[in-house]
């Protein structure tokens, strides 16, 4: 995506608006040249753009205005107006697209000035208050923010280019054109393999690779799994309170009612499930999602006899088991039951979640419908992906991305917890030993969603607990360590601190 | 996927069996070594492996014995077990996997010798004679042919690594961090961007890049489409007859009917669409399915006027519509009606199936649901692949690619008729002014799914007409040109002469 002059010239042709959410040609951002300082306008506007791409004014899609046309309307040389497109684009922010014009294609993550012309103004005042719908969420998650703590994802800035190019390189030069073709609905052979390779050795499983069904990621695999299930006469999946929302987002859609069973330090409580009388249970049992908690031995043995006695189903979220700084991870359930267990997994929190491969294993009886759904699905993962992981797997080089992540993961959490004590004292954290995120709670009476709202405001993401947890509980907050640098961690939780003083 | 001896010395630990469909340790394929002449026990076992293979008795995901194990077995060296293997590794045909041992990866291609020792058994014998479900058609996809003259992918052969790889490496030099986190359901801005323009350029489509979602496949749009008419009230969809058979089966997975349309020498008749009185067709306007027909002018029309009366939905599938020998293609419908019509498309017949890359534009009123059933199978799309496309799409080099295939496709199809007339002179060949395929028909009274089995059990793969058509008809084929070389074309439509000529 570099940025070609060329394309400016050709831009915004008249009567040809295709803009996703077009800025006017006239009064564009309602800029004042006369404010910039001489000898700086390109400076001066290239800043103003960044703000307004950081504040949503300039959406991710959206077209800037040909330089022809806001230099006219700016009454400067357009040469002022290419060298501040020119800016963005070096930043990221922009990329010139033929006919197109230039498109904002990713808002900024650097800090924002300190005392900007124009302060951004609050988010959708909605976003916290309306019920977390998957509306909310996205919005969430597409909202511009200077610090994201976020949970859900690995540090993206260690994903190993090199080594993925490196095999990509491979892949092409051995694959055999008839691989190019459809392939099978499961997945590729070799990843199969991999996979199967790859649980036995960090998960305890024992798979046969004909068994395993790769799949887009832990969503598909749900809205998957709920199909299969509502054929098989089942419409309710218990689920962990609290627990993921997103997950609980896909198994509604799925048809299926979701209802909750509380998590204590051990993990589900077993009692509880057997009294929703729910014929399936979706856990996150190696590091419950956002509590942190793992489920312990008594209670493990506990919920096999559940799975034995009432026929039940258990669909094993096995989301960031590897990710553990304390101890070897515990044996995922599958290992032990295989015939109760539908056991998911997925390179989100390994790789990267844009690379959307993941993997099923189905318990016996849903293998044969799985395939078929998958099939039904989209015919099967892309090949080269699949078989590019497969090297990275049979190599070693994800082991050694893993051990890699788990040293600056372990140094971005400490990094977190040093400025939750000096910045919010009184908070408790929870699920440090392990994963990508922490969850932190306060013993006091304010809402969460209110914090959160507060501090997106100040630039800093983070997602209230309350969105994840359905029973009364304290206020709290799940924060994701992973994607961001330590100094944006350190002050993003001062942002927090500050904006908890702050709060009526 | 390189061939490790190592990995021998490990395969098939006693009682680890995983394998797919596992081999016996004893009586393995019937072996008797005594047949091997002396000095060639490595040659001789290796090509009763490869029969093996090509017939099906060792099917792709299958674990070949340990060398130590069938050394055992035959009482011969383990050396002879071992290159047997390593030769089978060099042709492509199994791979070493570390400890899963030694697993058969693809079937051959190459010519079997005219005398195998064992001549392969016909096909499974329910493959012509049940009806043609989705497993049929599966099972015929995975059958081992030397000669695949299936419909549906373009020449692989032809498949630009090189390009691929550089642009790979562009994206992954230029890609931001947060890139790799989750991304819009509808897809990379940047490949909607590219996918706008060359709808444009190519189809005389105008759109917004923001209404463009990016899918896998158009498999996985009819599966979303579906679910969507659905929610809609619509139960049924008609399709044309003859018309794609993949295409009814996801049809009918997605709950809809499927009412069929007669197709004459303009296409669809309208008034027999009219007359089923379904609210939405499938259509393949710009070279039919399989007919090869194109859409006439008044037909369009009429079908417009369909739309418009009735508030139809037409699904145009364009599956194939760059690849135009004579003149340039014929417009998309989407260009004259974008409100009635959801315009398919992909680049399974561009550059490859495997890569699962498809785009959608719905009608305005299917499309917030459209991403929303998009964001729930999968969140989207992978977004490295995508961004290489766009990659490919703006630099120009999709575009050589396509001119590249188009002279490629065109020889391929000059070689099939050529032998059509030489070896199947009474043969009709229909719609070969355009894609990857040509349909023959026979004014004869045989079954054209007899000929297709006869065809198979000699190692030609071909899809009977009779499979995408319900009405009455004479027999005939489906022949896909562009995947196999010239001299696979001129044989196998040799071997079909020669089968033909044998029918009872």
Not at 108 to 134: G, I, N, Q
Not at 445 to 450: E, I, K, N
């Given at each position: 995506m570099t940025y070609e002059t060329r394309s400016l010239a050709e831009s915004a042709p008249a009567g040809t608006d295709r803009t996703e959410a077009a800025p006017a040609g006239a009064d564009f951002l309602q800029l004042n040249i006369g404010d910039a300082p001489a000898g700086g306008r390109s400076d001066w506007l290239a800043q103003h753009l960044r703000l307004a791409i950081a504040d949503g004014r300039l959406p991710v899609g959206s077209r800037l205005p040909a330089t022809r046309v806001l230099a006219g309307e700016l009454r400067v040389s357009r040469g002022v107006i290419t060298e501040a497109y020119q800016r963005l684009s070096e930043d990221g922010h922009v990329a010139?697209?033929?006919?197109?014009?230039?498109?904002?294609?990713?808002?900024?993550?650097?800090?924002?000035?300190?005392?900007?012309?124009?302060?951004?103004?609050?988010?959708?005042?909605?976003?916290?208050?309306?019920?977390?719908?998957?509306?909310?969420?996205?919005?969430l998650r597409a909202a511009p923010a200077r610090i994201d703590l976020s949970p859900g994802v690995p540090d993206l800035a260690a994903f190993p280019r090199a080594a993925w190019l490196r095999a990509e390189r491979t892949v092409l030069k051995e694959l055999s054109a008839s691989a190019l073709g459809y392939g099978d609905p499961r997945g590729a052979p070799a990843l199969r393999v991999a996979v199967a390779d790859w649980l036995a050795r960090t998960r305890g499983i024992r798979a046969d690779p004909g068994d395993i069904v790769i799949v887009a990621g832990t969503a598909q695999t749900i809205t998957l799994l709920g199909q299969i299930l509502r054929g098989d006469g089942i419409r309710t999946m218990a689920v962990e309170d609290p627990g993921s929302l997103g997950a609980r987002h896909h198994l509604h859609n799925a048809?299926?009612?979701?209802?909750?069973?509380?998590?204590?330090?051990?993990?589900?409580?077993?009692?509880?499930?057997?009294?929703?009388?729910?014929?399936?249970?979706?856990?996150?049992?190696?590091?419950?999602?956002?509590?942190?908690?793992?489920?312990?031995?008594?209670?493990?043995?506990?919920?096999?006899r559940w799975a034995t006695e009432r026929d039940g189903l258990i669909v094993e979220d096995d989301y960031d088991a590897e990710h553990r700084y304390d101890r070897a991870p515990v044996p995922a359930l599958r290992s032990l039951l295989a015939e109760h267990v539908c056991y998911a997994g997925s390179v989100s929190k390994l790789l990267a979640p844009a690379l959307r491969i993941g993997w099923v294993l189905a318990p016996p009886k849903y293998r044969d419908a799985l395939v078929a759904a998958k099939r039904y699905a989209d015919l099967g993962n892309a090949?080269?992906?699949?078989?590019?992981?497969?090297?990275?797997?049979?190599?070693?080089?994800?082991?050694?991305?893993?051990?890699?992540?788990?040293?600056?993961?372990?140094?971005?959490?400490?990094?977190?917890?040093?400025?939750?004590?000096?910045?919010?004292?009184?908070?408790?954290?929870?699920?440090?030993?392990?994963?990508?995120?922490?969850?932190?709670?306060?013993?006091?009476?304010?809402?969460?969603?209110?914090?959160?709202?507060?501090?997106?405001?100040?630039?800093?993401?983070?997602?209230?607990?309350?969105?994840?947890?359905r029973r009364a509980h304290r206020p709290g907050l799940v924060l994701g360590y992973a994607a961001p640098t330590a100094t944006d961690i350190a002050e993003g939780i001062a942002t927090l601190g500050d904006v908890l003083r702050r709060l009526p």
């Open positions: 010139g697209h033929g006919r197109n014009g230039t498109v904002v294609v990713a808002a900024p993550v650097t800090a924002l000035p300190d005392t900007p012309a124009d302060p951004p103004p609050p988010p959708p005042s909605t976003l916290f208050t309306a019920p977390p719908d998957t509306d909310v969420f996205d919005s048809g299926l009612d979701t209802p909750p069973v509380p998590v204590d330090a051990d993990g589900i409580r077993v009692d509880e499930l057997r009294a929703t009388g729910a014929p399936a249970v979706l856990l996150t049992p190696a590091h419950q999602f956002p509590t942190g908690v793992v489920l312990g031995g008594e209670r493990r043995r506990e919920l096999m090949t080269l992906p699949q078989l590019v992981l497969a090297q990275l797997m049979e190599s070693g080089a994800l082991e050694r991305q893993l051990r890699l992540l788990r040293g600056r993961h372990r140094r971005h959490r400490d990094a977190m917890i040093t400025a939750i004590k000096a910045h919010l004292p009184h908070a408790v954290v929870h699920g440090a030993a392990a994963g990508l995120h922490l969850t932190i709670t306060f013993d006091a009476g304010f809402h969460d969603t209110d914090l959160a709202a507060a501090a997106l405001a100040r630039g800093v993401k983070v997602q209230p607990l309350s969105w994840h947890r």
